[in-house]
């Protein structure tokens, strides 16, 4: 790894202790990411093995060169295959900030709030570092990393960036200035009941996954209302395995769907299935 080698020796020499702390921090939660990587990789190697040789750990534990039990560590202790889902980390949870006419500083809706508490639990359960950021509305931000963004194009620049690489799904305003998201392929749109001349209790959502030409990993969920983004974020931590085991490394696109008693969905409905981009 001449890259991480040469970093690590370049911080050895940094003579700033405010420069040489900070950048020892970053590297610690890098290296530390890596080596949950590393474990998952491991992990889903034995299991690879193990159908190779029969099905037998014994075999698996011969030809790596250790311990069964330490090959029922392995499989107990590491992560499993689907964190590769998110990417490596760290992990950035983006939400989108509001700007109010009383106050200077951001707010965050109580649907973007609860959205991002539930991603952030998924993702440390899959253990990655994860730090929240806030998007300001006025300024153009990217992640510089692996990142989950929560927001549509008409909440910040980001939203728009994510949406204009989808070759499947279009999230735009329309008649009645009704937000909605189309199907390119088929021309069904997807409105939020929200907007109904009789609102119910119920939003539709967009769901991506971009594999970036850096190839860091940016799952985008942008809900018609905020409230649909919450849908999105329950969609994928209920089925982000079957996802991984369904779509690998790809990028793809869906779109849900929920119905709520408050904040809590009740149930959840797939719109358009997830596709892989062409």
Partial sequence: MPQVDDEFHALRLESDPVRRGRWATDLLATYQQRSVELARIRRAAVEEARDQLGGSYTEVARAFGLTKGR?????????????????????????????????????????????????????????FTVER????????????????????????????????????????????????????????????????????????????????????????IAGVHALGSVAAAHYLTEHVADLWAEMGESSFSAVVGGEFDGLAPTTLTVLVPPRRWP
């Avoid at 992560?79 to 106050?103: E, K, Q, S, T, W």
């Avoid at 500083?105 to 998924?122: N, R």
């Avoid at 300001?136 to 992640?143: K, N, R, V």
């Fill in 71 to 127: 090959i029922t560590q392995i499989r107990s202790s590491a992560p499993p295959a689907h964190r590769a889902f998110f990417g490596v980390g760290p992990l950035d949870i983006a939400l989108p900030g509001r700007r109010l006419l009383n106050r200077d500083d951001l707010v965050i809706a109580s649907e973007d709030d609860a959205t991002g508490a539930h991603v952030t639990d998924e993702a440390e359960r899959l253990m």
């Fill in 133 to 220: 950021q806030i998007i300001d509305p006025l300024e153009e931000w990217e992640p510089a990393g692996d990142a989950v963004v929560v927001c549509g194009p008409a909440s910040a620049h980001i939203g728009n960036l994510l949406l204009q690489r989808d070759p499947l799904l279009v999230m735009t305003i329309g008649d009645g200035a009704r937000w909605g998201i189309t199907d390119q392929e088929t021309g069904e749109r997807f409105l939020s009941p929200l907007d109904d001349p009789e609102p119910r209790r119920a939003d539709v959502a967009y769901l991506a996954r971009h594999v970036m030409p850096s190839g860091r990993i940016v799952i985008h």
